[in-house]
């Protein structure tokens, strides 16, 4: 849509005009007018200034117009941000964002928060940041509560950049070139967390700049306290089922406890039974609505958690289903992996080999495939699996000290429905090493598992 068409649309979608404010507007707009008669080199400015005028009228006056005028702007920008996002998209182009626009500058570094998407489990923000010398800055946020004590959290850490915009058209962007002085916005970035626990009302973000230098960053002793105030009316936008259903897959017993839906994710939290022989180490439940939607799992961002084979629970985390609106949503399961409990360990050797592996993972020891960054590789039949899972967990070496591995490479090759992962070989132990399995391969369902979430 071009922005004039947005312009109109606009117009049409503002309420409640108070009286008198159309003539107002006209009369503005006429003394543009007869301004661009009198001096024609003012045209362009005046042709602006008369639709400013009208612009800043609409806006203080009509609180309807206020509410459109504020949203037209940011979809399009916004959307393309998160275009690799399905649940972020969805959640924006449903106008579920807040608008916040505080700008702090130090050192000739300016960064803006633009907006939000918060809800009680998730908090993404969007901010830019340009300098004044054109150097390339780097930002490291740590988010805390309104007491300083840090938001234990995880997700996209990073700045994820947008695409670059088009040149902007129509009044809407005539007017933002004019209040920036013609100069060029730079792109959007955004952080995404996921709280553990609930997202507070309050929140601190503690930023610090970096100069983005290539491989290194050079502090540049520039720190920024962004006091966040989060909308009630989000924090309160969750839908939880409890489902307690009770079935069997692959042989073990799995307990569905609940379905929570939020505006950018939803989980869905299961149990396993104790008396289970194998771990259920792989679960990719998806949901469908009335017409056939689908909505998977996260394949960007936040990432969900399989099995727990210490503690037999886990939670699984889908796209947003918080938009539908049919009567009814599905959950479906139809593959899995288990894990026996009883599985033996591998045995890894100084030299490098491996003894004792199950039948759907073996060494690799083709030149094909070899590569110099790591020591030693695996083949592993992944079967279902549409990740790329490391097979193995922990080890424990022949002194009782356990350690985890430095895995280098792993890629899926497709065409044999086969994962190669690359190891280094630990060090300051002493060897052989227990090698703890943590993968089997994903299995089709004999009999898909359908519940009825609502």
Not at 76 to 96: M, N
Not at 265 to 271: A, F, G, I, Q
Request: hydrophobic share 35%.
């Amino acid at each position: 849509m071009k922005r004039d068409q947005e312009w109109n649309t606009l117009l049409q979608q503002a309420e409640n005009v108070p009286d008198g404010l159309e003539v107002c507007i006209r009369q503005a707009i006429e003394r543009g007018r007869r301004s661009e008669r009198r001096k024609k080199f003012w045209k362009p400015v005046t042709a602006v200034l008369g639709a400013a005028a009208a612009f800043v009228l609409l806006v203080n006056c009509s609180t309807g117009f206020a509410l459109a005028a504020s949203r037209v702007p940011i979809v399009r920008e916004l959307v393309e941000a998160v275009v690799l996002d399905p649940s972020l998209k969805a959640a924006i182009a449903h106008e579920y964002v807040q608008l916040v626009g505080e700008i702090y500058t130090k050192d000739g570094v300016t960064l803006k928060i633009e907006y939000l998407v918060a809800d009680a489990k998730n908090l993404t923000v969007f901010y830019r940041v340009y300098d004044e010398k054109g150097r390339e800055i780097a930002l490291n946020p740590e988010f805390k509560d309104e007491t300083g004590e840090e938001i234990a959290a995880g997700g996209s850490f990073g700045q994820e950049q947008s695409e670059p915009q088009d040149e902007e058209t129509g009044l809407i962007g005539k007017l933002k070139a004019l209040f920036r002085g013609g100069k060029p916005e730079p792109p959007i970035y955004y952080w995404k967390y996921m709280i553990e626990g609930n997202t507070p009302e309050r929140v601190r973000i503690d930023v610090e700049a970096y100069q983005d230098a290539g491989m290194t960053e050079l502090p540049l002793g520039i720190t920024f306290e962004v006091p966040l105030t989060i909308e009630p009316q989000f924090l309160r936008s969750v839908k939880t089922f409890d489902i307690d259903k009770t079935v069997s897959v692959l042989g073990q017993t799995l307990t569905i406890d609940t379905v929570e839906v939020y505006p950018t994710n939803t989980c869905v939290k299961w149990h396993t039974a104790p008396e289970n022989d194998s771990w259920l180490t792989y679960l990719p439940f998806y949901l469908t609505d009335a017409n056939g939607v689908r909505v998977d799992g996260i394949m960007n961002g936040v990432a969900g958690s399989g099995g727990d084979p210490s503690g037999g629970v886990g939670e699984i985390y889908l796209e947003s289903a918080w938009y539908d609106t049919a009567e009814t949503l599905i959950l479906h399961l139809d593959n899995a992996a288990a894990l026996p409990k009883d599985l033996p360990p591998a045995i890894l050797h100084e030299d490098g080999t491996l003894t004792g592996l199950p039948d759907y993972i073996r060494q690799d020891l083709s030149e094909e495939l070899s590569d110099s960054f790591y020591d030693f590789s695996v083949l592993t039949e992944k079967g279902t699996y549409h990740t790329n899972t490391g097979p193995f967990r922990w080890f424990v070496d022949a002194d009782g000290k356990q350690g985890s591995f430095s895995e280098m490479y792993s890629k899926i090759l497709e065409d044999d429905h086969l994962m190669h992962t690359g190891y280094l070989m630990p060090t300051d132990v002493t060897y052989p090493l227990e090698v703890e399995i943590g993968f089997a391969p994903g299995q089709k369902l004999p009999k898909p598992i359908s519940i009825s979430v609502r």
